[in-house]
């Protein structure tokens, strides 16, 4: 069962791109507390800090300064990272970039014009199959107070 509420990082340097994805998730997902940077440096700052703790990561694969290859690595590098969602947008149709985001860990690469809805469907069934194998991952995030 998906905890209430679910924090999301969401990263997507195109405004418009964002405000859309924003406005669907509100839409379909109103537990979803949403918060938005616009390269993958400010993401994995935030992801590295103890003091937040996300269920979700939703990323553009073509971002600024950081290709989603590199994005991908540099999530899947940080322990505490490891069984959380990542979920591609992308306005990408390639296969190969499809293929390469797999072969980096990525849970989904979805194409940006999909339903919102179909997504956050889609990441619920992963969220509850983790949930079933692994302990909250807000229990295993470090204590910040510590």
């Not at 990525?106 to 949930?131: E, H, M, P």
């Amino acid at each position: 069962m998906i905890r209430e509420p679910v924090h999301c990082i969401l990263i997507e340097d195109v405004e418009s791109d964002a405000r859309y994805i924003e406005i669907q998730v509100e839409k379909h997902a109103p537990n979803v507390e949403m918060e938005r940077v616009e390269t993958g440096e400010e993401a994995l700052e935030r992801l590295e800090s103890p003091e937040r703790t996300y269920d979700l990561i939703l990323m553009d694969w073509n971002l600024p300064g950081m290709s989603g290859v590199e994005l991908l690595d540099s999530i899947r590098a940080l322990p505490r990272m490891a069984s959380v969602p990542v979920v591609v947008l992308t306005g990408s149709s390639s296969p190969q970039d499809a293929s390469l985001a797999y072969e980096h860990a990525a849970s989904a690469f979805v194409s940006k014009t999909l339903d919102i809805g179909q997504v956050l469907a889609r990441n619920a069934v992963y969220c509850d199959f983790w949930d079933s194998l692994l302990p909250d991952r807000r229990e295993l995030a470090p204590d910040p107070e510590a």
